[in-house]
């Protein structure tokens, strides 16, 4: 399947491996951007149109989705400016409205970027310690963990869309995205290890992350968007091979050119040290403190909790690149930017 989609956050991580890869499979690649002087140079990864445009206006969405096959709808709020409820549901649960209304006009398959935040930050460890499928029970969130809501009430809506009959819609879920073009983990990862040349490692460090690379992430929307079977179902998109946070920390290294010492600490200390910067990223009201609050101590401290069995099996998806490659020429990608 090929012809005209449309990309919503066209220049983020996720949205500009789907430009690039969409564009390669011969796909005329539209992205729906606030400016499109600044995204000019998604043109360089094989868009074809920029419409000026913004989630968040209905009018404009679905005047961008007029004459598409497939809406690629992956603009998110991460971590806003303020770091409260309205934040992350305005762009988060407002922009999958008007993505849902956009398909529904213009008969366009709809492709929603979730994420396994819809688990909550508890529900995704399992009692019994089997992985965590799309079938596991959805526990109630936190009332301030605002993200986690966002993406669970977005993805409900585009898949109750669907069940009604409205659009064709279907949903995949990464746990924590990297890659080229990251604004979010790599650059901080990168920068605490540049400064520190040294990590900490939890029970040394032997714990597999929860990571993906966008470059998989975007292949799997490609394969949910144009597969039958995907209607209607969710995916989770977590799994590119059993690499450890001590592998991690090394391979970052070899990216970034330089030496990080591993450091294996007693988990307790650890846990200690990561509340008091809960503690004072809530005091100082800084971006994606509640991400913080609720990811960080299982995500350096445990296994990666999720399975991807049914992407597998029923898209026939597996990661792009291995993280051997994956994880350096990340880093690397950071030091060129930061550089300049």
Partial sequence: MSGHA????????????????????????????RDPRSAAWIRELGASDLI???VLDPESFASAAAGCEVIFHTAAAITPAVDDWSSYR???????????????????RL??????????????????????????????IPEHAFYARSKRESEQLVLAAHERGEIWAT????????????????????????????FPLPGGGRNTLAIINAASVADAAIRAATSDVAGGRAYNVANEGPTTLREFVALAAVGLGT?????????????????AAQRSWATLHLPGATI?????????????????????????????????????????????????
Avoid: K
């Fill in 90 to 108: 305005a762009t988060n649960v407002g922009g999958t409205e008007a993505a849902i209304g956009a398909a529904r006009s213009s008969g366009a």
């Fill in 259 to 275: 030496t990080v010492i591993p450091l294996p600490l007693p988990l307790g200390i650890l846990a200690f040290g990561l509340a």
């Fill in 52 to 54: 000026r445009g913004d």
């Fill in 6 to 33: 449309l990309v919503t956050g066209a220049t983020g991580l996720v949205g500009s491996h789907l430009v690039e890869q969409l564009a390669s499979a011969g796909w005329n690649v539209r992205g729906l951007v």
């Fill in 292 to 340: 913080l609050q609720h990811a960080s101590l299982n995500f350096v401290s445990r296994d990666n909790p999720f399975s991807s069995a049914r992407a597998e099996l029923e898209l026939g998806w597996h990661p792009v690149v291995a993280p051997t490659d994956a994880i350096p020429d990340a880093f690397r990608w950071w030091l060129r930017e930061h550089r300049r």
């Fill in 171 to 198: 949903a995949i879920r990464p746990d924590v995205i990297y890659g080229r073009r990251d604004r979010q983990f790599i650059p901080r990862m990168a920068t605490l290890l540049s400064r520190l040349h040294a």
């Fill in 111 to 140: 492709l929603h970027v979730s994420s396994v935040a819809v688990y909550g930050p508890h529900g995704r460890y399992r009692a019994d310690g089997q992985a965590t499928t799309e079938d596991a029970p959805m526990p109630e």
